[in-house]
């Protein structure tokens, strides 16, 4: 094969040698020498239906491997269509390559057709873009694409490429070598401080880890394992982190926050000595900032130095990735543990008391009702099913809350789920991206009536793809989060939160040649999902809800995440529309 | 307060969208940015005052540090540095105050650049404190036209500058054609 190419041949050569078996994409005009060489190239395309799906599928793909999704846009309106994944992949870490085609060079700022500054419009969704006009530069771009997507703190970085060097000719040879002068990542963290933290876990009398998906992008939850059977501390994972302590661990409480538990809150309000392992402290997570954890000193760990001190000012800072800080962490202090772990063992025994005690005072527990399928209940059984094994994805909500609280993972990488961002329509793809990257796992995509029609599009890429996604709608007939906060704090009045006109999902299904089926009664949940399971391919479940159900324990905004809601103030107002 | 922030940068297209993006994505308030090539034509030095809460400082210089591109941001409000802004100012001299005026300017340290019946036109450098003085004064004199650089600084100690080293990539085989 002679090495003079054209520009998509190189650049899908260095995808190869990037390791990329899938990408998630739409054509368009000025990709088509792109897709050209991909009509025969071993590299799979999966053809998404919405450019955004593109990013999410992507995403979902990178969350549940570890690995660089990839997605793919036109110009103009395929690109401006990838930002809100972009920003979602910003906003959790997430680390995709996005290709865009871009007008050709000597069109650039002519307004021509599809021409969009996608260059300055996704400048503040990545962690890094490029625009790619001299073909020259493609193959160090996207080595360096890769190297910056999935290292450090990891996150999206885009490609924009003119149609001019996806199309011109030049002579290849591959990169050894890239230039990044001014991209430094500390990852061993400061030896002197890891082992003053050390002392400060073993000196502790209320220790607490609050673990956050810093831990799973780091491939550190073995060692945050270690580390908690060690320190024997209770543990709580951020919605980021679920996973990151196996959920049947003895010293995982549950998710803290916002929808937190009970137990979770009340630990992170008394504990002398808070040790946040990759979070970054979200407002969800802390509720009134300067009521957070009042009496704890913090050690803080995170790769980002922008992280420490944004919002919590670090007690004990730690700059580095977790996988190489933990494993040191555990072994200082097991070298200290024989001199230093019985000083305040009585105290430390008290505490866990304390905290089995919240956790006995009020449980999560799920609901069950015998005329109407309980959203818990739902959760719960699907929880049954899983078993801590399989992938879940979901949109944003509700339905994600119930299913953060009542969904054990035992593993990371199985609970894939929009967290900062908050982006409706995020499950569906992702269940894509995941199903793809993991063709045997069982992956349920668990989601409102809401947010199962935003992403609705892609029902046909799982029909298209075949893939065996379980998409479970928790269908209650309400954007339900944001009909909570106006029962709770605006009234009751109810303002454009009832979704009427739900298709009929049976026939939705038919009409895409898979299956599907309604279930509406609590007796026949868990048979209507082991038909879902027993289905050969895609399978559509809409379970009929009660409607008017909101989630608790809740931490109303601007409250300490010690001022929980425990349980709905009044009965929840019918109300006459 | 005002932060006066040294930035060294890889001269790149985009470069300076990215700074002045940052800045107001974070909500930091840009009071002035000079920019321009360094000895090294491959790099960008910029010299940035911001108004942020003093508590803030340490904050924005991590979030300055964070673009790939960013070699060095270097926070120079309390650091040993010079800072020093340019002002063009024009002012319509009658035939009386002429010689005032020049005699003003001369007390400033400025330079004439441009001198007609209309009235001068003066340079003058110095900190901000000085110039805004200069610029008080000269208006007591009538109509007048200012446009100021905006601060540009050098820190009189040598920090180091630490770079990246080069990244070997490992490759994997490339694709195997179907």
Redesign the interface.
Known sequence: MSNTMNGARILLECLGREGVDVIFGYPGGVTLPLYDVMYDHPIRHVLVRHEENACFAASGYARATGKVGVACATSGPGATNLTTGLVDCMMDSIPIVALTGQVSSKLIGSDAFQEADTFGITRSATKHNYLVRDIKELADTVHEAFHIASSGRPGPVLIDITKDVLQGQVHYTPIHEIHLPGYKVVTDGHAGQIRRAAQMMWEARRPYVYAGGGIIAAGAHQELRELVETLDAPTVCTLMGLGALPGSHPNFISMPGMHGSYASNMGMSDCDLLIALGVRFDDRVTGRLASFAPHAKVVHVDIDPAEIGKNRTADLPIVGDAKKVLSKMVRVLRELEPEMAGAHAEDRRAWWRQVRGWQEEHPLEPVFSPDEIKPQHLMHEINRISDGKAIVSTDVGQHQMWAAQFIRFDEPRLWLSSGGLGSMGFGLPAAVGAQMAHPDKTVFCVVGDGGFQMALPEVATLANQGLPVKVIIMNNGYLGMVRQWQDLFYQSRLSAVQIEAFPNIELLAAAYGIRGRIVDKPSELAGALKEAMETPGPFLLDVHVTPFENVYPMVPAGAAINEMVLAPPKPVPVPAK | MLMTISLL??NK??AL??VT??LS?RGYNIESLTVARTLDPTLSRMTITVDVDAKQR??VI??M????????ATDLTDAPAVLREMVLLRVRATMENRTAILKEAEIFGARVVDSSVEGFALEATGDSEKLEEFIAVMETYGEIEVTRSGMVAVSLEAKKL???P????A????????
Not at chain 2, 65 to 72: A, H, T
């Open positions: 940068m890889e297209p985009g969208m990215r993006g940052l994505q340490a904050q991590k979030q540090n964070k673009p790939v591109n960013v070699l060095q630490r770079l990246a080069p990244i070997p990539k490759h994997g085989e490339p694709a195997v054609p179907r």
